[in-house]
């Protein structure tokens, strides 16, 4: 009996451990298969150019534990976004600037204009006085010849009237003052397109008096209007004269003709900045030049050769000398030399805000016979404005 006990007991040990055996098997063999997808799955994804990765998803195959997704593939980084064009401004328009501006005049001109009233309205008027009214306009740059002839008209015209009441003084000194700027000049500016083709503006004057600028200036004055404008660079001696003014006409949508390369010639860029004024039908071109020296002859003729070579294309309706008012009899020494290489048209009066001496305005127009169509009054981009002689007076006398 106790042997069938024992031998059943053995029996049983036997069957059972032959069991666990079998599982402890199955379990070496799930793990080396486990392993073995690893080591596939290390090398696949190393083949793939994407390590482990194909080989964890094979392991999670067949260890059971199921399929791990791959990420999506890295987006291409984006194209650099293009600069964006300058925003298109909208000037203001020409007429009526002046008056706006000239709070400005009057700041800088109303000494001038106080120290003639002061003196008019004096209890006496005696040739002393006489002279130290001449001697002020004379200060004020209008220039011996005019000053003396005002003084004249306007002591004649006390003596008859005998008044001294400081609002007809003040009266008379504007009537007088108007007569000697000049009511009867033309001003008007020729930028109107005609036939076929375009308005050509030649502006022309030395260094530093702001010819660049007040072509950029004379841009937005057009475009306020509603005219089509093309600007071209022919100042190629100064490097950064075609980037300033490209920078202007891009703020009025205006296109700017320039050359390639510095120091090329400038009647050849004028030529262009015609030809391509005609094709695309602009209202106006406006040529820069550069600003040279008016002491170097050889330069001066430069300017005949680019008039010239431009009107082979179409006629200059308009030489604009730019003037510094700053300078006085300087300014008009330049202005003698200039109006004998190019027919100016017109002059620019440029920082007359800064000076007192707004007689400069008489004495320039008397020296070359033509009018001031322009004045500068500030550094912002609309502070160039039609001459207006009533205006100009006014602000003088701060009325």
Do not use: Y
């Not at 482990?52 to 199921?66: L, S």
């Not at 009214?133 to 003596?159: C, H, Y």
């Amino acid at each position: 009996m106790l042997e069938d006990v024992i031998i059943a007991i053995a029996a049983f040990v036997v069957a059972s451990g032959g069991t666990a055996a079998v599982v402890v098997l199955r379990g070496r063999r799930a793990g080396q298969g486990g392993q073995a997808g690893r080591g596939a799955g290390t090398a696949g994804g190393r083949a793939a150019g994407t390590p482990g990765q194909a080989g964890r998803e094979q392991a999670g195959a067949a260890a059971g534990t199921g399929v791990i997704e791959a990420p999506p593939p890295a987006a291409e980084p984006a194209a650099p976004a293009a600069p964006a064009a300058p925003e298109v401004e909208r000037p203001p328009p020409s007429a009526g600037r002046l008056a706006r501006l000239r709070g400005r005049l009057a700041r800088s001109q109303s000494g001038f204009g106080s120290a003639l009233l002061s003196l008019l309205s004096a209890g006496r008027l005696d040739d002393e006085t006489w002279q130290e009214i001449e001697d002020t306009l004379i200060t004020a740059d209008m220039g011996v010849g005019p000053a003396r002839q005002l003084t004249d008209a306007l002591r004649t015209q006390v003596k008859i009237t005998g008044t001294r009441d400081p609002g007809e003084v003040r009266a008379m000194l504007r009537e007088q003052m108007v007569a000697q700027v000049g009511l009867d000049l033309d001003r008007s500016l020729h930028a109107q397109r005609h036939g076929d083709l375009p308005a050509v503006l030649l502006v022309v004057g030395v260094n530093g008096t702001g010819k660049t600028t007040t072509c950029g200036k004379l841009a937005r004055v057009l475009a306020g209007d509603g005219r089509s404008v093309l600007l071209g660079a022919a100042d190629t001696f100064r490097a950064a004269a075609a980037d300033q003014l490209q920078t202007w006409g891009e703020r009025v949508g205006a296109r700017t003709v320039r050359s390639d390369r510095e120091g090329a010639d400038p009647a050849s860029v004028a030529f262009e900045a015609v030809s391509e004024g005609i094709e695309a039908g602009v209202d106006a071109v406006i040529v820069d030049t550069a600003g040279r020296l008016h002491t170097k002859t050889g330069l001066m003729d430069e300017l005949g050769k680019i008039k010239r070579v431009v009107e082979k294309r179409a006629p200059v309706d308009e030489v604009l000398l730019v003037l510094d008012a700053t300078t006085g009899q300087n300014g008009l020494r330049q202005a003698r030399v200039f109006a004998e290489a190019v027919d100016v048209t017109g002059i620019v009066l440029t920082k007359l805000d800064g000076t007192a001496k707004g007689g400069i305005v008489v004495a320039v127009q008397r020296e070359l016979g033509v009018p001031v169509k322009l004045i500068g009054l500030g550094e912002g981009p609309d502070d160039l404005a039609p001459f207006e002689p009533g205006a100009f007076v006014d602000a003088i006398l701060g009325s």
